[in-house]
């Protein structure tokens, strides 16, 4: 059954459409819980299957089923914070939740004790007496260690009128969560920046003596992915904001439904970093997931952007280009690495040649990294115009005298057939000689591919598309994702939506992460 992602006008429609609107959703949900509870049996044969002699092959279907079961549970999770509180659903819910097991007593204590504002009380004006207290603890991670956050609402009653008086609870990011900021920040880092599925997380966190359950790991990971999606959205808004952007995109294998084969879907990059060219605005990268590899996608994400488009060759970027609102600047290292590959491959002196001609321009890039785009400008004009001129007479040159379907023939013929978009950085100093900028974005992906394999469904794509963005943004400001994160996180659950620029990695106060305290705080 397709269903749709948004749901219709319910005010509008009548009661027969409602109550097969209502079957259908109730149909869907029982058919996901039957696919979890499918995978957790399946899941369960297969680990008795591994006692005694051990497979690869069987290693990595464990692996593919563990990672398809952690995206379902979180995309339970991001789909289930939309929804109303359950003291808002009159019927009785489809599955049932164990209950949670108490906090482990080892772990040390942080008591934080929230008094209230008012000094006396807010109807008569009479005094305050103590009549009890609140306790509710939140689990937490600093660096190294967790810790539990016992936090203390003292409730106090008028001598005179009985009116009691006690301090709100503090917000949390997941509301009625158990986790706090800095162990969601932590649980996210690991799993997209250090490339740690949720399975291998709650194995690490046990042997520290905390049970956490991958459902429960995955129900945080969709909870805040949705809470940080407006933050992304900033992020995009100021990609695209800027004259000069680099683009790329990487296959990222994906899960298909139904058949448990794997499709190859897309994660896009677009870079804003124009610190080459001494411009102090902030650096940032806004990821994109796609399910496939179709041009279309680039033209719906660029749709509002006009400027230099630095990119690789693919064709898909090309119609970009039409009508003149975005123009192309070509990499340098797409024509340096095809020679590289010859010389690696066959010794080619004419290669060699090629590479080092190519060497002698990013010498000039080296020098005057960081400069002004005027002086960039000039003296490109005047040492790198030259060398390309040259470059250009030998590579038609000697075009002609190699064989046509030679592969230095193919190397040569890419180079030339993209020369106006390569000379196109010796006509703005803002521009780069190459799109390194996004490749080196990409790296991070590249990297997580081979630990956890594939996505484990579209869903999956776009919320390692959104994480990746603020992860990578943090890093090219050289801040650290996880402090950063920690920090959104504490702040983002009562922040004004209106205000959530504030919240950009070059705006926000990132605080240092305090030693373990034991005591009380107002």
Known sequence: MVVARTLPDLEQLDAETLRVLLRATHEQLLSHQDEVEHLKLLLAKLRRMQFGRKSEKLERQIE????KLEELETTKASRDSQLPPVSEVSQKPISRRPARQALPEHLPREVKTYEPKEDACPDCGGHLRKLGEDVSEVLEYVPEHFKVIRQVRPKMSCSSCERIVQAPAPNRPIERGLAGPGLLAHVLVAKYCDH??????SEIYARAGVELGRSTLADWVGATSRLLAPLVEAISRH????????ADDIPVPVLAPGNGKTKIGRLWTYVRDDRPAGDETPAAVWFVYSPDRRGEHPRQHLGSFGGFLQADGYAGFHHLYDGGQIQEAACWAHVRRKFYELQVAHASPIAAAAIERIAALYAIESEIRGRPPEERLEVRSTRARPLLESLRSWLEKTLAQVSRKSEIAAAIRYALSRWRALLRYCEDGRLEIDNNAAERALRAVALGRKNYLF?????????????YTLIGTAKLNDIDPEAYLRCVLERIAEHPINRIDELLPWNIQIESQLPLTTGTHA
């Open 64 to 67: 593919q089923l563990e990672l």
């Open 455 to 467: 996505a484990g469904s579209d869903a999956g794509g776009e919320r390692a598309a959104a994480i």
């Open 196 to 201: 740690l599925p949720l399975y291998r997380q």
């Open 239 to 246: 990609v695209l904001a800027t004259p000069k952007l680099h």
